[in-house]
């Protein structure tokens, strides 16, 4: 990644103008010997959330890294960071704690204080529109930000894949800027009314609900998105408050631009690859997959049984 070179105009980017070359990061030789010469000295990683990260037991490992918090907060708006070679599946879900946490501080994601999610399948059986989180599924979803669970922002979405699945699972990665840009010149009067306040749920964390709009804006007057549909849909239905005619044909104006395939790509994470996007200004989604049969969860593997594992992903929300 050339860091020197010029963004896309203010972070904007299409299918045809993303530069790749930004997009994929390798940390150095140097860089990856003391990530690892770190994590051998742990002992047992299967209680990552008690380790305490320290910038400075990394310092060449970090400050490559700050270089692609450049990229995600001025650049492209995200970046897929490299598997660093030789990791099992426990180290692998340490290298997407430790990025994290010199990132920021992860979250909490929900009523059981966890600040890792595991994502795979669950349960073949289980549906998102049953009321199951999206995460807990192997069904595609639709383009979303995952800032929708609670109005305190938050700025990275780290998304470290430890295994893929046997068939597909490509996350869709989609500008939230173009989106925006399009939308003022297509369909301002819709973009107006997702200026507008909508209900949302705190979906996994609590019952209540709050109220913000989808696209609202920094002090720098850049766009910035909070949208998934089914969560809002069934706020709106908690809150007694049916959407209007208005408000869902904005709603329908936003979907068909974000599945405009100029404002988007593919990208199916490889084993130890990391997505980590400014949640914000990146929309995303991901296909539907199918894991191999008799495949096993990463919890199975660790108390001992055999087999191949599951699609299994480790995904933390990063406040700064
Ligand atoms: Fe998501």
Not at 22 to 48: C, D, M, T, W
Not at 213 to 230: A, D, K, Q, V
Not at 245 to 254: G, R, Y
Request: hydrophobic share 35%; net charge negative; aromatic share 10%.
């Amino acid at each position: 990644m050339n860091m020197n070179q010029q963004t896309s105009e203010h972070g904007r980017w299409n299918a045809s103008n993303l530069d790749l070359e930004r997009v994929f990061f390798k940390f150095s030789p140097e860089a990856e010997e003391q990530f690892k010469y770190y994590i051998q000295n742990l002992g047992e990683l299967n209680q990552i959330r008690n380790f305490i990260i320290s910038k400075s037991d990394f310092p060449k490992f970090e400050s490559e890294l700050e270089m692609c918090r450049e990229e995600i907060e001025h650049g492209q708006r995200f970046v897929v960071l490299e598997p660093i070679e030789g990791l099992d599946y426990n180290e692998i879900q340490m290298y997407c704690w430790i990025i994290s946490n010199l990132l920021g501080t992860p979250l909490v994601q929900d009523q059981s204080g966890t600040r890792l999610i595991h994502i795979y399948d669950r349960d073949k059986t289980k549906r998102i529109k049953d009321g199951v989180r999206y995460h807990q599924t192997h069904e595609s979803g639709a383009i979303h930000t995952d800032n929708v669970n609670t109005p305190l922002p938050w700025q990275y979405l780290v998304v470290g894949c430890v295994f893929p699945a046997m068939i597909g699972g490509e996350n869709i990665i989609v500008s939230a800027l173009s989106v925006h840009d399009f939308l003022e010149k297509k369909a301002p009067d819709e973009l107006a009314v997702l200026k507008e306040n909508f209900w949302w749920e705190y979906r996994g964390i609590s019952s209540e609900l709050y109220q913000a709009p989808i696209i609202s804006y920094t002090n720098n007057g850049e766009p910035m998105f909070r949208y998934l549909r089914t969560y809002l849909e069934s706020a709106h239905l908690k809150a007694k408050q049916p959407l209007t005619d208005k408000q869902i044909h904005a709603l329908d104006a936003l979907d068909a631009t974000l599945n405009m395939s100029e404002f988007q790509i593919k990208h199916r994470l490889k084993e130890g690859q990391i997505l980590v996007a400014y949640d914000s200004q990146i929309l995303h989604d991901r296909e539907c997959f199918t894991d191999y049969p008799d495949s096993i969860s990463v919890e199975e593997k660790r108390a001992g049984e055999n087999g191949i594992l599951r699609r299994s992903l480790e995904r933390a929300w990063v406040k700064k």
